[in-house]
């Protein structure tokens, strides 16, 4: 079993960048694949990025192709997400995601959730 927590959201402006962080507790971080998911109002949630077990793979949705990077450290436990180049529609409850079983990264979706940080970015 892992817990995840996520911080580094928050409010910035079209064009500006974050980075969000997911801390993992437990020994068997890197048995997981990790990925980042997103809500926005009213839509369904949705895979923005996920990394392979070792972080030699990454995997991105359309809409943030070239302006989101994801990595990891096993060391430290800790997935990353660098947001860069925001827009609007980047607005959403972020969610960090653990899946010990992912066949391919593109379609992980594990059981183990973080509690959501919200990132809005304004125009």
């Known amino acids: 079993q892992v817990q995840l927590v996520e911080s580094g959201g928050g409010l910035v402006q079209a064009g500006g960048s974050l980075r969000l962080s997911c801390a993992a507790s437990g020994r068997t971080f890197s048995s997981y694949t990790m990925g980042w998911f997103r809500q926005a109002p009213g839509k369904e949630r949705e895979l923005v990025a996920a990394?392979?077990?070792?972080?030699?793979?990454?995997y991105y949705g359309d809409s943030v192709k070239g302006r989101f990077t994801i990595s990891r450290d096993n060391a430290k436990n800790t997935v990353y997400l660098q947001m860069n180049s925001l827009k609007p529609e980047d607005t959403a409850v972020y969610y960090c995601?653990?899946?010990?079983?992912?066949?391919?990264?593109?379609?992980?979706?594990?059981?183990?959730w973080g509690q959501g940080t919200q990132v809005t970015v304004s125009s």
């Open positions: 990394i392979s077990r070792s972080g030699s793979t990454t």
């Open positions: 995601n653990a899946d010990r079983s992912a066949i391919t990264i593109a379609t992980m979706k594990g059981d183990y």
